[in-house]
């Protein structure tokens, strides 16, 4: 039988794709092998291969490309596996909001993540506020990595975040300005540009013994790895490196660094973010403590 012959496909009115098979289509789009697509879903591959035929004949439309040797996508193919992956995500995160929403006993609360060591001042009396609201609702903190509380926000687990332009996306999300910065940069205590009144972005390029930090998205490059403010802030004591954060980082200096502001440095705007979707009337009121900080 051959299996490479081209295949007319007539649509035939009927259900759309479900949820299950959005899962047994993107597993084998990721997969690109029915045996293997087929163990990673816990179902025998015969079952995958009828539910995949079935999808491909409510659509009209082949969605892999199927030979001997090697499965491909089709371009109706690459378009449902982006389309399924968003609509799954989204799937997962009205399940976790809901569950949250109506917890097993007590008060339904609010889960805000922030990136740790970030608007530290500002979480402090942001909770302290919400807290003498008659109305308040418990608020969980979740203290994440650098990047990390965009998706987090987006994918459900969290329901409120603050979120810093123009280094997070805050596109598709509703927001609040909360307030907006300068940048410093920090350095070791006695480098001789702490001198200095301010300094220029192009003075901290190739400080002699202080290669930039690199954040986890960043190419490789002499300067040292890190993954949170925390780590970044003790390398530089150690004249490791040198870091350019938001003036408010100043709060946060232990002894030993000095800030000196830069002055054509972006400015950098605090927002509490927020999906666009939300009706949660704790999420609305911890925005507008927020608001009257």
Known sequence: ???DAPRVWIGVPSRGVETRELRYVVAVAEELH??????RLGMAQPPLSRAIRQVERRLGTPLFERTSR?????AAGEVLLREGRAALAAVEAAERRTRRAAPAAGQAGVVLVTKAGASAELLAKLLDAH????DAVPVEVLLCGIGEQEPMLRDGRADVAL?????DVTAGLDTEELGTEGQVAVL???????G??????????????????????????PGPRIRDHAQLLQLVALGRTFAVLPESVRTQLPEGLTAVPVRDAPQVTTVIAWPPHS????VAGLVRTALRL
């Open 1 to 3: 039988m051959r299996t």
């Open 34 to 39: 029915f045996g293997r697509a087929a163990q």
């Open 70 to 74: 090697v499965v491909r996508l089709t």
């Open 131 to 134: 807290a003498a609201e008659p």
């Open 163 to 167: 979120l810093h332009r123009p280094f």
């Open 188 to 194: 070791p205590a006695g480098h001789p540009l702490t």
């Open 196 to 221: 200095r009144a301010d300094v220029l972005l192009a003075d901290l390029d190739h400080l002699p013994g202080l290669p930039a930090a690199r954040w986890p998205d960043e190419p490789d490059g």
């Open 279 to 282: 009706r949660s009337p704790a």
